[in-house]
């Protein structure tokens, strides 16, 4: 079920004027919560409810036997829970793609095969949201293997937890220790909760609705031409359209998903925090999806470097510095491999993970952000340097392939074409004008951010809090009627 659609609206609707009588009780509230996700995900597919609560339940019964068992069972049964989560994914996501690898490596050998046409069709479906509930459902097992976290001994609130509906599908990622202890108690939402979440909501849609589904229009053209235009300006206009199109898309869901949390009474992560201000690669990613990156952060690139040092300690160097100059690169490669990986099967999202993994390495081995903010205008230069290096790797990550993403960066690149021939090739007519004034609103939010001028302005909180009525008001009727061409967000796919 597609927060943009009317159904969902529908959906909203009842959902709430229920939920103040379903929240009371432990048990009453988390049935709710749990036949709320059935139909909201079951809207998509009901056929892959089997997918979101049989690995819940037998992963639950895993993890409470896990957790009172001696060390080498709690290992196997640790094990256990990350082949049941770990595989499902992997069965789901990433089998049509081995399969083509298969098929590609066997006909370089001169041997046809076709092993697609052996495969369950059920089977290269991918379930929407499948990476970020099983990423939910992995918090919960590895806090409790490592003695960070007490099972929950109720199965509803384990459940209610894996399959929260406003998170189901594109996040944010709640960990466990995050989410379990909120969704036990009752939380009524105050006057604050409401304004909040109506301004999230708001504010979500508009950036989806106009800004991400009206940029979507000229990226899809362009992405989905036979071959790319010899134009290096068009493409350079469509590279940094796609940055805002999947960040307003994305935050957009996000804040939607955030907003109805708040009126539920709960918490969630917020995603994104204009993370094309980073001046540096690592800041980028304590800003841009939040959730994911506080996720790898905490099980994935820690574990790694500590693991990297014990390996880098056998060399017996001067300093730890010196160790850690070869263990963060290993990890951040690792794990940015892993999260490139994670958003998608195939060459491209790996190219894209690894080519962060790299560029973070670079950026910690050097300390290159740090001394261009010493020359003047620095702190100008790393925003730009930090921006150019996310938009050429954005590259990868929307093309159809790895060799779609090298035609485009040889474009890029080729400095060929001016403004003239970029209009002429694709944008267009009205379409200039539109994508102008559509990145011009996305820009101009950050540049005002950037800037401080918010800050800068002489608001008493009643007027701050009036002029966000009047932007709300506004902001309405704007994604009403000047919505783009509908469409699902971007991360169902992941």
């Known amino acids: 079920m597609l927060f943009n659609s009317a159904v969902f609206l529908v959906f909203a609707v009842l959902f709430f004027l229920a939920w103040p009588a379903a929240r009371r009780r432990p048990n009453v509230r988390y049935l709710f919560l749990l036949a709320s996700a059935a139909v909201f995900y079951g809207w998509w597919d009901w056929r892959f409810l089997f997918l979101l609560f049989v690995p819940g339940i037998l992963d639950f019964l895993i993890v409470r036997a896990m957790a009172g068992a001696p060390a080498p069972a709690r290992k196997r049964l640790f ?24 098929d590609g ?59 929260l509906f406003p998170l189901l599908l594109a996040g944010p990622i709640m960990r466990a220790d995050q989410m379990l ?34 940029l979507a229009t000229y990226v899809n053209t362009a992405f989905g031409s036979a071959s790319p235009s010899q134009a290096s300006l068009y493409w350079w206009i469509i590279v940094v359209a796609y940055a805002f199109q999947i960040y307003c898309d994305f935050g957009g869901y996000s804040s939607i998903a955030c907003g109805l949390g708040r009126w539920m009474g709960y918490d ?16 980028f990613w304590t800003r841009w999806h939040i959730s994911l990156s506080g996720w790898i952060w905490k099980y994935v690139f820690t574990p790694l470097t500590y693991r990297f040092l014990r390996m880098v300690d056998r060399l017996k160097l001067p300093s730890v510095e010196q160790e850690m100059r070869l263990a963060y690169p290993a990890a951040a490669i690792v794990a940015m ?26 950026e910690r081995l050097t300390g290159m952000p740090k001394r261009l903010k010493r020359l003047p205008w620095g702190r100008h230069i790393a925003l730009a340097v930090t921006a150019l290096q996310v938009a050429i790797t954005w590259v990868f990550f929307r093309a159809a392939d790895i060799h779609q993403a090298w035609a485009i960066l040889k474009r890029l690149f080729s400095f060929s074409g001016g403004l003239a021939d970029a209009v002429r090739v694709g944008l267009g007519g009205y379409g200039a004008l539109n994508i102008a004034i559509l990145l011009g609103l996305a820009v101009g939010r950050e540049a005002w951010q950037y800037l401080g001028l918010a800050d800068r302005m002489p608001w008493s909180a009643q007027a701050r809090r009036n002029w966000e009525f009047a932007g709300v008001v506004v902001l309405i009727p704007l994604f009403i009627y000047l919505r783009g061409p509908g469409s699902k967000f971007i991360y169902f796919q992941f």
């Open 79 to 102: 094990a256990a829970s990350l082949v049941l989560n770990l595989g499902s994914l992997a069965v789901f996501k990433y089998t049509g793609w081995l399969v083509e690898l298969l």
């Open 105 to 163: 490596a066997l006909a370089t050998m001169g041997v046809t095969a076709h092993l697609g046409r052996s495969v369950p069709p059920f089977l290269l479906m991918l379930p929407i949201g499948v990476s970020f509930y099983t990423f939910q459902a992995l918090s919960y097992t590895i806090d409790v293997y490592n003695e960070k976290l007490e099972p929950t001994p109720s199965l509803l609130h384990y459940l209610a937890f894996k399959s």
């Open 181 to 214: 202890p909120q969704l036990a108690a009752s939380r009524t939402p105050t006057a604050d909760d409401r304004w909040e979440g109506l301004k999230l909501i708001v504010f979500g849609f508009f950036q989806k609705l106009v800004i991400a589904d009206g």
């Open 268 to 283: 969630f992560t917020l995603n994104f925090r204009h993370p094309y201000l980073s001046t540096s690669l690592s800041e």
């Open 337 to 362: 491999f892993l999260c490139g990986l994670w958003h998608g099967a195939g060459l491209a999202f790996v190219a894209w993970g690894v080519l962060h993994g790299i560029l973070l390495s670079v």
